[in-house]
């Protein structure tokens, strides 16, 4: 098993920064990929940014260029920088990790960013 633990996030004006950290323990030798989602009050829930095992990364179209996904390369640790944050950033995040073995998938607990404009 592993365990995800989050923290960052907050509120802030429009074209502010935040930084999201995710802690992983248990089993962290299992994880692949490791994500980060959000949800926003009546939309499903969108992923954002992925580091792929390989150290390569992946984007959502409307954050390219604003936020920047990182890990250490023990895959315990992952963050998301998020800047030039816009109104429609404000969602719950989630950090996510993929793994080798059962369940296949962690998430963390979700945390709170919102931005005002």
């Known amino acids: 098993q592993v365990h995800l633990a989050e923290s960052g996030g907050g509120s802030v004006q429009a074209g502010g920064s935040l930084r999201l950290s995710c802690t992983a323990s248990?089993?962290?030798?299992?994880?692949?990929?490791r994500s980060w989602y959000r949800q926003a009050p009546g939309n499903r829930r969108e992923l954002v940014a992925t580091?792929?095992?390989?150290?390569?990364?992946r984007y959502l179209p409307s954050v390219k260029g604003r936020f920047t996904i990182s890990g250490d390369n023990a895959k315990k640790t992952w963050s998301l920088q998020l800047n030039s944050l816009e109104p429609e950033d404000t969602a719950v995040y989630y950090c996510?990790?993929?793994?080798?073995?059962?369940?296949?998938?962690?998430w963390g607990q979700g945390t709170q960013v919102t931005v005002s404009s």
């Open positions: 996510n990790a993929d793994a080798s073995m059962s369940p296949y998938s962690y």
């Open positions: 580091i792929l095992s390989d150290g390569s990364t």
């Open positions: 248990g089993n962290i030798f299992s994880i692949t990929d």
